[in-house]
């Protein structure tokens, strides 16, 4: 994986030896938007961008008290999904937060980096990762969206925004590539916010969002 947009192997290093947090969440729906985050769930971090095998991320998460449904990750031994490895505490907020999910502990061996490096560098950051725990949030019931639960423009621009953010359009693109069921029912709700963790974003953003969707979704 080669991202001009992504940090460097070094970078990467600096960044996970610095940090005093033992847990780090694989965000790969709105905690890829450092606003929501921040604003929503007091988690101050830069994220690090990475793939992760052995789960599918879909359309299948269904909020019965927000009325809509978001993207989840199910175990799934062929697929992959891109992500940011975030250090979090696994506090009360981060937990409200991911209530319709379940915390599911993940190797290391499932991360790649998008980073370019050399077999010492590579070696250096699983060393990195080695006294810390991963945690991807796992859909607890997985029940597709329809008009009931739709989707909100507003959450997907809130992951998207977060992908573009931290590590350019490739990521984006990779959001819509490895995400599944995306012949949903979709509200435009962009006037006025239904996703209440929705990131600011501006019209900029939302029409690079909207190009990258019609680029790569079929009509």
């Known amino acids: 994986m080669n991202n001009a947009d992504a940090p460097s192997a070094q970078d990467i290093i600096n960044f996970l030896n610095g940090l005093n ?100 560098s590579e070696t250096a950051l699983y060393e990195a990762l080695s006294g810390r725990t991963l945690w991807v949030c796992e859909t607890l019931h997985c029940s597709p969206a329809n008009d009931e639960f739709p989707v909100s423009q507003t959450y997907v621009d809130t992951c998207l925004a977060g992908c573009l953010e931290h590590a350019g359009e490739k990521a984006a693109t990779d959001f819509v590539t490895y995400t599944s069921l995306w012949d949903h029912p979709r509200v435009n709700d962009r006037a006025l916010p239904k996703y209440p963790r929705a990131a600011n974003v501006d019209k900029t953003i939302q029409d690079k969002i909207d190009t990258i969707l019609s680029n790569n979704l079929l009509s």
């Open 21 to 120: 947090e033992s847990h780090i969440v694989l965000g790969y729906g709105s905690l890829l938007s450092r606003d929501s985050r921040e604003r929503f769930s007091d988690i101050k971090t830069y994220g690090i961008p990475v793939m992760v095998d052995g789960f599918e991320r879909a359309w299948v998460t269904r909020s019965i008290q927000e009325q809509q449904t978001y993207v989840g990750a199910i175990k799934n031994a062929a697929k992959k999904l891109n992500a940011q490895l975030i250090p979090a505490q696994l506090n009360p907020a981060l937990q409200e937060r991911e209530k319709d999910y379940r915390f599911t502990q993940v190797s290391p061996e499932q991360i790649a980096f998008d980073a370019t490096m050399d077999i010492n």
